[in-house]
């Protein structure tokens, strides 16, 4: 059988993650979803991927999203919002994916409230970036790069 190297890598953003931008600046920055999905794509393009971008509300259609993607990319970079702290569905389908899992989030959950401590997804990921912005998910997709070469 022919091994398809595979350069594809998929970001599922959590509750909203849609509404970036609009509110609360200084926790979560100035920039939208449309505008982290664009700088993920280039500085994935300069990594020699692509990036498939997806955002929903519902818990439901996230684990959908992440059930599909099984054998089809090269990783996944999660920021599960709200979810990550509460979702047992998305940490049971995160374990049945098959590549690289990295969770993000944009504020540093550690020096908020108490209950944004736990993550539940934690256990399904290679590792967690957190704090550091847009940019989290950018170093997401430079961690994704040193894991797979
Ligand atoms: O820091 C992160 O990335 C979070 O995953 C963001 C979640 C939060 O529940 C997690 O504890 C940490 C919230 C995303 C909500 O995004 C908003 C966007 C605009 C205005 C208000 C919230």
Do not use: W
Not at 61 to 79: M, S
Not at 128 to 139: D, E, R, T
């Amino acid at each position: 059988m022919i091994n398809v190297i595979k350069k594809n890598i998929l970001v599922v953003n959590g509750p909203n993650l849609n509404m970036l931008g609009l509110r609360e600046p200084e926790i979560y920055g100035r920039e939208t979803l449309d505008d982290i999905a664009e700088n993920m794509t280039v500085r994935a393009k300069e990594l020699g991927f692509t990036v498939d971008f997806y955002q929903s509300n519902s818990e439901g259609d996230l684990v959908d999203r992440i059930q599909v993607a099984r054998g089809k990319y090269a990783a996944l970079i999660i920021n599960a919002a709200a979810f990550s702290h509460t979702s047992v569905a998305i940490v049971d389908a995160l374990r049945l994916v098959d590549f690289p899992i990295i969770e993000v989030h944009l504020s540093n959950i550690f020096a908020r409230e108490e209950f944004r401590h736990h993550s539940c997804i934690s256990p399904a990921a290679n590792g967690v970036i957190c704090g550091f912005g847009a940019n989290s998910y950018i170093l997401a997709l430079e961690a994704v790069r040193n894991i797979l070469s």
